[in-house]
């Protein structure tokens, strides 16, 4: 008698894992593009009533992060919080 095997199941392209960036000052969304794709709104910070440019999306790896890390140090801008966002 042959022994079929069970067909291997390929797990789904993970889509990347979403963070929010956020930096002091204003940047437009003319910047996506060179920001890996991610969104970019401003907020105002309430407590000093400075504007805030929160970048957010999903990133493919670490690798990718840094990258978007290092543009920030890059165009000298401060860096105020980086938070991984839970997948909805």
């Not at 008698?1 to 889509?15: I, V």
């Not at 979403?18 to 996506?32: C, S």
């Amino acid at each position: 008698m042959r022994e079929t095997k069970e067909p291997e199941l390929k797990s789904p392209k993970k889509p990347g894992i979403t963070y929010e960036i956020r930096i002091e000052g204003q940047l437009g969304e003319m910047w996506a593009s060179w920001f890996e794709g991610l969104s970019i709104y401003e907020e105002t910070n309430s407590e000093h009533d400075r504007p805030i440019t929160v970048l957010s999306g999903a990133l493919p790896d670490q690798p990718a992060l840094h990258g978007v890390l290092n543009k920030i140090r890059d165009l000298n801008l401060t860096l105020l919080s980086v938070k991984k966002c839970e997948p909805k």
